[in-house]
């Protein structure tokens, strides 16, 4: 009798335990199903778990929003430099943001020179939920995420939605796509080591998104009025107004804060920590801007790379190498401060050639393959709709 107890008592416990497994599991695949799978019209949302597929470390990592990860060409790095190098930048992705990426990169590689692209300094607070979640839920769990979650939250983000996303997104369950199903286990790729490609065109001049006239010198036709904020309107436009009263404000103490961890986190790490940034006409990069990060790089003895300052030399024209009217680099042009980049990279930091070691090639060629089978795709879209449909 004694032992039949002993036996039903374990019987239950088994049961139980199989039954908390199979509840876990069911919820696990439930919140794999229901979170956004960004392979549409956001693929930004896919970038920072893309680097966890990495199978090669790298000399060169580069952090950073939108103007990196659209402005630099890893592969082009690569073919014509042999430099390996990878870019963790997302939309928008703030200063914090950037200084847990690296620190979450460190726990994998350690690389030779790392590049902070400088145009997140002008943003002093977390900003919105959805450039959070598409930078943050991509990220492998630990203390880093954990902390770079409680650094980014805005007002209303609880931690328990990013512990268990399935809280956030339990809603989409009615809004299921065929996406949600073919992309359940494996993701799109979006990247090529975490560069956005895109190969269309559409020139400054054809778009309204940007001002190039603050960068080329170009005459401004304005109609004078009593109140010049009085007949603007929008969003967009009020936004633009906001940048043109905020000029001249210095960057806020949480951004230079975590300038500082960055800086020193490189220090510890005996990285080469290079400050840039890239030539988009929008935001408009202010003179106090420049100003501060040029003293902040003469402080501490860093280089400082300020691609409007080169555009000669780059040959970037806004007519021709950019996608949006001027906010990024097309292919053309991302190549083109690549190549700028690259020469620095090889002749003044004595980065490595690693096109013969068959360590990297092997992995480079299949790298090189999905690049060029992107851009046929790109083009193919291009001649059939005239613009780009899936990218």
Same mark, same amino acid.
Not at 199 to 208: Q, R, Y
Not at 293 to 299: C, I, L, N, T
């Given at each position: 009798?004694?032992?039949?107890?002993?036996?039903?008592?374990?019987?239950?416990?088994?049961?139980?335990?199989?039954?908390?497994?199979?509840?876990?599991?069911?919820?696990?695949?439930?919140?794999? *199903?229901?979170?956004?799978?960004?392979?549409?019209?956001?693929?930004?949302?896919?970038?920072?778990?893309?680097?966890?597929?990495?199978?090669?470390?790298?000399?060169?990592?580069?952090?950073?929003?939108?103007?990196?990860?659209? =402005?630099?060409?890893?592969?082009?790095?690569?073919? =014509?430099?042999?430099?390996?190098?990878?870019?963790?930048?997302?939309? %928008? %992705?703030?200063?914090?943001?950037?200084?847990?990426?690296?620190?979450?990169?460190?726990?994998?590689?350690?690389?030779?020179?790392?590049?902070?692209?400088?145009?997140?300094?002008? $943003?002093?607070?977390?900003?919105?939920?959805?450039?959070?979640?598409?930078?943050?839920?991509?990220?492998?769990?630990?203390?880093?995420?954990? =902390?770079?979650?409680?650094?980014?939250?805005?007002?209303?983000?609880?931690?328990?939605?990013?512990?268990?996303?399935?809280?956030?997104?339990?809603?989409?369950?009615?809004?299921?796509?065929?996406?949600?199903?073919?992309?359940?286990?494996?993701?799109?790729?979006?990247?090529?080591?975490?560069?956005?490609?895109?190969?269309?065109?559409?020139?400054?001049?054809?778009?309204?998104?940007?001002?190039?006239?603050?960068?080329?010198?170009?005459?401004?036709?304005?109609?004078?009025?009593?109140?010049?904020?009085?007949?603007?309107?929008?969003?967009?436009?009020?936004?633009?107004?906001?940048?043109?009263?905020? %000029?001249?404000?210095?960057?806020?103490?949480?951004?230079?804060?975590?300038?500082?961890?960055?800086?020193?986190?490189?220090?510890?790490?005996?990285?080469?920590?290079?400050?840039?940034?890239?030539?988009?006409?929008?935001?408009?990069?202010?003179?106090?801007?420049?100003?501060?990060?040029?003293?902040?790089?003469?402080?501490? %003895?860093?280089?400082?790379?300020?691609?409007?300052?080169?555009?000669?030399?780059?040959?970037?024209?806004?007519?021709?190498?950019?996608?949006?009217?001027?906010?990024?680099? =097309?292919?053309?042009?991302?190549?083109? *401060?690549?190549?700028?980049?690259?020469?620095?990279?090889?002749?003044?930091?004595? *980065?490595?050639?690693?096109?013969?070691?068959?360590?990297?090639?092997?992995?480079?060629?299949?790298?090189?393959?999905?690049?060029?089978?992107?851009?046929?795709?790109?083009?193919?879209?291009?001649?059939? $709709?005239?613009?780009?449909?899936?990218?």
């Amino acid at each position: 009798m004694q032992s039949q107890n002993k036996f039903r008592t374990v019987k239950r416990v088994m049961v139980v335990f199989v039954s908390a497994i199979l509840l876990l599991v069911i919820l696990a695949g439930l919140q794999r *199903l229901v979170q956004p799978k960004y392979a549409g019209d956001m693929p930004e949302g896919n970038f920072t778990a893309e680097y966890y597929d990495e199978t090669t470390n790298h000399d060169l990592l580069v952090i950073g929003d939108c103007e990196v990860y659209e =402005n630099i060409d890893p592969i082009y790095l690569w073919k =014509n430099y042999g430099i390996t190098s990878y870019i963790r930048g997302n939309a %928008q %992705q703030l200063t914090w943001q950037s200084y847990y990426m690296l620190e979450d990169a460190l726990k994998y590689e350690t690389p030779k020179v790392v590049i902070y692209n400088v145009q997140a300094l002008t $943003y002093g607070e977390p900003q919105r939920e959805e450039y959070n979640r598409m930078t943050l839920d991509g990220m492998k769990w630990s203390m880093t995420k954990y =902390n770079a979650i409680r650094s980014s939250r805005c007002e209303g983000e609880e931690m328990m939605d990013y512990i268990f996303p399935l809280l956030r997104y339990h809603s989409r369950i009615l809004d299921l796509t065929k996406e949600d199903l073919d992309y359940f286990w494996n993701r799109k790729k979006s990247t090529h080591n975490g560069y956005y490609m895109r190969i269309d065109v559409l020139p400054v001049s054809e778009s309204d998104v940007a001002d190039s006239s603050w960068l080329l010198g170009e005459e401004e036709e304005t109609e004078e009025i009593d109140d010049p904020w009085a007949d603007i309107a929008g969003a967009e436009e009020e936004t633009a107004i906001m940048a043109k009263r905020e %000029q001249g404000k210095p960057f806020g103490n949480l951004p230079m804060e975590y300038l500082d961890k960055i800086r020193k986190l490189c220090e510890e790490n005996k990285i080469q920590l290079i400050l840039m940034k890239a030539p988009s006409l929008a935001p408009v990069w202010y003179e106090s801007d420049e100003k501060q990060v040029v003293e902040y790089a003469e402080k501490y %003895q860093l280089p400082y790379i300020n691609f409007y300052e080169h555009l000669d030399e780059t040959e970037i024209d806004y007519e021709t190498d950019t996608y949006d009217g001027g906010l990024h680099m =097309n292919l053309s042009g991302a190549d083109k *401060l690549s190549k700028y980049l690259g020469r620095v990279l090889t002749e003044e930091y004595k *980065l490595a050639d690693h096109r013969k070691d068959s360590g990297y090639s092997d992995a480079y060629r299949e790298k090189e393959k999905f690049y060029e089978e992107m851009i046929q795709a790109q083009q193919k879209e291009l001649d059939m $709709y005239g613009e780009i449909r899936s990218y």
